[in-house]
T-cell receptor, first 110, second 113 residues
Framework: QKEVEQNSGPLSVPEGAIASLNCTYSDRGSQSFFWYRQYSGKSPELIMFIYSNGDKEDGRFTAQLNKASQYVSLLIRDSQPSDSATYLC??????????FGAGTTVTVRA | ETGVTQTPRHLVMGMTNKKSLKCEQHLGHNAMYWYKQSAKKPLELMFVYNFKEQTENNSVPSRFSPECPNSSHLFLHLHTLQPEDSALYLCASSQESGSNEQFFGPGTRLTVL
């Protein structure tokens, strides 16, 4: 079983719609959760992190965490073409190691 | 502009060559990391340094040799690589090991012929 699993996509959404990305993880001891955005040919950029169950909002982004279900998601509201990228879910057990999913590719259609 | 820089940005080398990748972070962080990113695969952690001490070697072949002379600089020395080592090599840093927010450099795109 992979430590962190994501649907590879591509996830295609029309401009202005909500993009919903999902991530599941296998280690119940995981404590902190991250979403990185990676444009083609570029390095990952941290966009959200969440530590507690529930929702965390930052601008058009909302991260949702459910530790009981071992599930973390990212919602992108009012999707823009500039949101087209690969989104990486990463999980940490409060040591120095992040475990990454393979990423979900999002395409926003103008 | 990222606070983590990497050179070179692109590197093509033969299997018998020796080369080095360099990473420098300007964020005052204490932990630095090397990752390998291959197409369609998750980021793979290679090495971790915390306060210049290596704290993780994730079963990386000996043809990859890291060096961390101080908390701001990290090198990856390469020798006798294989074509399957072609990938994007990313350096990252964080405030301290155990801290969660890692910031990445732009990466070195390595091609081994």
């Amino acid at each position: 079983q992979k430590e962190v699993e994501q649907n590879s996509g591509p996830l295609s959404v029309p401009e202005g719609a909500i993009a919903s990305l999902n991530c599941t993880y296998s280690d119940r001891g995981s404590q902190s959760f991250f979403w990185y955005r990676q444009y083609s040919g570029k390095s990952p950029e941290l966009i959200m992190f969440i530590y507690s169950n529930g929702d965390k909002e930052d601008g058009r982004f909302t991260a949702q965490l459910n530790k009981a279900s071992q599930y973390v998601s990212l919602l992108i509201r009012d999707s823009q073409p500039s949101d087209s990228a690969t989104y990486l879910c990463a999980v940490n057990k409060n040591d120095y190691k992040l475990s990454f999913g393979a990423g979900t590719t999002v395409t926003v259609r103008a | 502009e990222t606070g983590v820089t990497q050179t070179p940005r692109h590197l093509v080398m033969g299997m018998t060559n020796k080369k080095s990748l360099k990473c420098e972070q300007h964020l005052g962080h204490n932990a630095m990391y090397w990752y390998k990113q291959s197409a369609k695969k998750p980021l793979e952690l290679m090495f971790v340094y915390n306060f210049k001490e290596q704290t993780e070697n994730n079963s990386v072949p000996s043809r990859f040799s890291p060096e961390c002379p101080n908390s701001s600089h990290l090198f990856l020395h390469l020798h006798t690589l294989q074509p399957e080592d072609s990938a994007l090599y990313l350096c990252a840093s964080s405030q301290e090991s155990g801290s969660n927010e890692q910031f990445f450099g732009p990466g070195t795109r390595l091609t081994v012929l």
